[in-house]
């Protein structure tokens, strides 16, 4: 009996050459990182990263530190989710975080109750006709905010042809001075408590989590996905086989500016106030998390699975340094170090793949 199958034209089957799922090595990388700082921990300072070592608390781990992980990326991962598809149709998006200022401050305005401690709401934009509104008004006068404006995104790429990192930066500009001309510069504050408890505890979380996995059965099991993946790898060849590339395009934007308007809502949520500097770098992190995801910069490759697993490596990092107490400036110093390291590993893979073929 044959102990090696055959495939089309003799061709003998390797099981040794069978390639391993990129996001199996973020994860190795993920697991090192933690380990890392699990190391550093106990050599400076005596403690464990992740680990309860408090005889009182009867739990393994530290999962308070966890919790803050996880919230502390949960938002941008959100914004991550509609970037990772915008990247792998080929495309960057720069506008996202302007996007989430100022989706924020609109939403924020519709979101407000009438009294606050008795007194009529001193951060008051609108009338009363806009007061104690249900909250299912803000919520969806942020998504159309955010949908509308990757539609102009998608419409400016697809049907002017200008290049998405123009296209993105034009959106980021105009969206950050909408944010700031929307009440002045003033924050607006004082939300109803049906739209506080939308931010509140680890629901940011679970929202997070609740997309990934409904945009990770999308890309991998709808033509939806399968569409974007051909648009990524080769335009021209999509475009012979009948796919509506211009079409795809504005609904690829259209899903990435409404996911940064569910941060939006998410965010103002969280923090009870909405002001015009929110969401300043969130597109570099949400770009950076994609990429060290294993999304390739080229378009084509990636998943929605790498780009949560990218998501978690950030939050250790940054987690990881307030653990080992270094400033604030050394940590903004090292994410920037980590977005221009993620693009040279995605250089690099890509080099390694076309040298395979």
């Known amino acids: 009996m044959a102990d090696t199958a055959h495939g089309i034209g003799g061709l003998k089957y390797d099981p040794k050459k069978r390639a391993k799922p990129p996001e199996l090595n973020v994860f190795f990388a993920l697991v090192l990182i933690v380990v890392t700082f699990e190391v550093l921990g106990w050599l400076i300072y005596g403690q464990s990263f992740l680990f309860n070592t408090r005889d009182n608390v009867d739990a393994i781990f530290n999962w308070a530190r966890i919790n803050i992980i996880i919230l502390q990326v949960s938002i941008i991962g959100i914004i991550a989710l509609g970037v990772t598809q915008v990247i792998i149709s080929g495309g960057i998006d720069l506008s996202s975080g302007s996007i989430v200022g100022a989706t924020a401050m609109i939403v924020m305005s519709f979101a407000q109750t009438a009294m606050v401690n008795g007194n009529p709401n001193p951060k008051a934009i609108f009338g009363e006709w806009a007061m104690d509104l249900p909250v299912l008004v803000p919520i969806l006068v942020g998504l159309v905010c955010g949908l509308i404006a990757g539609m102009i995104n998608g419409l400016l790429i697809a049907y002017t042809k ?24 003033n924050p607006i504050s004082f939300p109803t408590e049906s739209f506080a408890a939308i931010g509140k505890g680890m629901m940011p979380v679970a929202i997070f989590v609740a997309l990934a996995i409904l945009f990770h059965l999308v890309l991998k099991f709808t033509v939806y996905g399968k569409h974007t993946y051909a648009i990524g790898s080769n335009e021209d060849a999509a475009r012979m086989s009948g796919i509506k590339v211009a079409r795809h395009k504005v609904l690829v934007y259209s899903i990435a500016g409404t996911l940064a308007a569910v941060a939006a809502i998410v965010l103002s949520s969280k923090n009870l106030t909405a002001q015009a500097g929110m969401g300043v770098m969130y597109e570099l992190d949400a770009i950076a998390m994609t990429v060290i995801g294993g999304v390739s910069l080229a378009g084509g490759r990636g998943s929605i699975i790498g780009t949560v697993l990218g998501a978690l490596i950030f939050g250790v990092i940054i987690s990881g340094f307030t653990f080992l107490r270094l400033d604030a400036y050394y940590q903004e110093m090292v994410k920037g170090a980590i977005i221009v390291g993620a693009v040279v590993l995605d250089q690099w893979r890509q080099g390694r793949a076309q040298l395979r073929s």
Not at 163 to 178: D, K, Y
């Open 162 to 185: 200008i290049p998405p990192f123009i296209a993105t930066l034009g959106m980021m500009v105009s969206a950050r001075g909408l944010s700031k001309w929307w009440s002045n510069g």
